[in-house]
């Protein structure tokens, strides 16, 4: 889908492409413009998500062990 787009085709075309190749929804109705673009956006959002940058941030902090025993004999 996402190629067909790229290359020029709208949604209503992909969508009558897809038809016409007698591809179905996942309840097994027939494709609208409407479903492609829905499909195409959560796709674009998907990629835009996995490939965004991920500011790290560090901080000091301080690791205090505790015996398991005195945890579980209150």
Do not use: C, P
């Not at 190629?3 to 897809?18: N, V």
């Amino acid at each position: 889908m996402k190629d067909l787009h790229d290359g020029g085709m709208g949604y209503r075309k992909i969508a009558q492409w897809l038809n016409e190749k007698r591809y179905q929804t996942l309840r097994g109705n027939l494709f609208s413009n409407r479903h492609v673009h829905s499909i195409l956006k959560r796709k674009r959002q998907r990629d835009e998500r996995l490939n965004r940058e991920v500011e790290r941030e560090y901080r000091n902090f301080d690791l205090e062990f505790i015996e398991r025993k005195l945890i579980n004999s209150i």
